[in-house]
Antibody
Framework: QVQLVESGGGLVKPGGSLRLSCAASGFTFNDYYMSWIRQAPGKGLEWVSYMSSTGSTIQYADSVKGRFTISRDNAKNSLYLQLNSLRAEDTAVYYC????????????WGQGTLVTVSS | QSVLTQPPSVSGAPGQRVTISCTGSSSNIGAGFDVHWYQQFPGTAPKLLIYGNNNRPSGVPDRISGSKSGTSASLAITGLQAEDEADYYCQSYDSSLSGWVFGGGTKLTVL
């Protein structure tokens, strides 16, 4: 069955860095766009970034552009998000999700990993 | 401020019908991009409820439906049940942002 498992979250000080991972299984990873979507405590969903199946197309939300970097390793069926220059407002649960195309729905989501930015 | 606008809350009695609206603009819903809907229970990941405006994934009951017209979309739930109490989010693609946009979410309360 399809599984997406995030890891790497934790407590980090403002200005610090963190690397999130998403391990995928149960499907052909390199057939899918992969994305990161976050949810601040008590708030709604916010798209962060997506990457195409081959990695040729990458987009970021304005709120993270220049600070976050998405990447993937199709040989390892893994998606990553490097978070730099973290701010308090980056505190959120970060979900990875898959989609067939950039305009398609995200049909499977991971359970999420919590990133807390606090001094 | 979310790019897609949803009412913060809706409510209905068991058995009733409720609708949740999602209003966008000419760069997302109005541009013809599909609208998708997700259901989220507290402490859990969102689950896909409707894709491509009006399609249900396997396992989603047919009392849940979606529609789209112009720059807006709607989610309808008929025969409301206690288990429908959750948060609901709409999502689309925005060509001016070259990214995904979500509605702010709607909390459905079953009275």
């Amino acid at each position: 069955q399809v599984q997406l498992v995030e890891s790497g979250g934790g407590l980090v000080k403002p200005g610090g860095s963190l690397r999130l991972s998403c391990a995928a299984s149960g499907f052909t990873f390199n057939d899918y766009y992969m994305s990161w979507i976050r949810q601040a405590p008590g708030k709604g969903l916010e798209w962060v970034s997506y990457m195409s199946s081959t990695g040729s197309t990458i987009q970021y939300a304005d709120s993270v552009k220049g600070r976050f970097t998405i990447s993937r390793d199709n040989a390892k069926n893994s998606l990553y998000l490097q978070l730099n220059s973290l701010r308090a407002e980056d505190t959120a649960v970060y979900y990875c999700a898959r989609a067939r195309r950039v305009v398609a729905a995200s049909d499977y989501w991971g359970q999420g990993t919590l990133v807390t930015v606090s001094s | 401020q979310s790019v897609l606008t949803q009412p913060p809350s809706v409510s209905g009695a068991p058995g009733q019908r409720v609708t949740i609206s999602c209003t966008g603009s000419s760069s997302n819903i109005g541009a013809g991009f599909d609208v998708h809907w997700y259901q989220q229970f507290p402490g859990t990941a969102p689950k896909l409820l409707i894709y491509g405006n009006n399609n249900r994934p396997s396992g989603v009951p047919d009392r849940i439906s979606g529609s789209k017209s112009g720059t807006s979309a709607s989610l309808a739930i008929t025969g409301l049940q206690a288990e429908d109490e959750a948060d609901y989010y709409c999502q689309s693609y925005d060509s001016s942002l070259s990214g995904w946009v979500f509605g702010g979410g709607t909390k459905l309360t079953v009275l």
